[in-house]
């Protein structure tokens, strides 16, 4: 899986959205589940299931064996914080018609765009995001002077 692209798409008054088939694909099993995520503000992202479970587990057991060996005793506030987060950062769905998507209820407002509203879907390479258009725009322009070095890092 290797996701690159952009598409502009509108939410229909019901909260949906028709996800690029090419990209709906490579996120959601046979059955159409997939996770949706809150990235950023204004962001969301789309995650195979397997794909997501693994990553979270592994950050879970590693976050475990800290608690476990003590490294974590005077960090608790910070687990909490972490633990209110992770409660609040996902929730499985599942695409309609194989492509459509109905954002969760408790993700509309974190994305920032109302019904009739347009997003931009981009691929993330290992994943896809749901951009709120004006803060799209403002991660490329702060983002896009970076990217031949950030290539040159990640290629090398």
């Not at 204004?42 to 800290?66: A, N, P, T, V």
């Amino acid at each position: 899986m290797f996701l690159t692209g952009e598409f502009k798409r509108t939410i229909d008054d019901r909260f949906r959205l028709q996800l690029p088939p090419e990209f709906a694909s490579e996120v959601s099993d046979e059955d159409g589940d997939l996770i949706v995520a809150k990235e950023r503000a204004g962001c969301l992202s789309l995650w195979k299931q397997d794909d997501w479970q693994h990553r979270l587990d592994s950050g879970i057991s590693l976050l475990r064996q800290k608690i476990d060996s003590g490294r974590m005793d005077q960090r608790w506030g910070d687990v909490q914080r972490l633990g209110r987060l992770l409660s609040t950062r996902h929730q499985q769905a599942r695409l309609a018609n194989r492509s459509r998507l109905l954002i969760p209820e408790g993700f509309r407002q974190f994305l920032g765009v109302p019904s009739g509203g347009e997003v931009v879907i981009v691929g993330a390479v290992i994943c896809v995001e749901i951009w709120n258009p004006e803060i799209w725009l403002e991660v490329l322009k702060q983002e896009m002077p970076d990217f031949g070095d950030l290539f040159k890092q990640l290629t090398q």
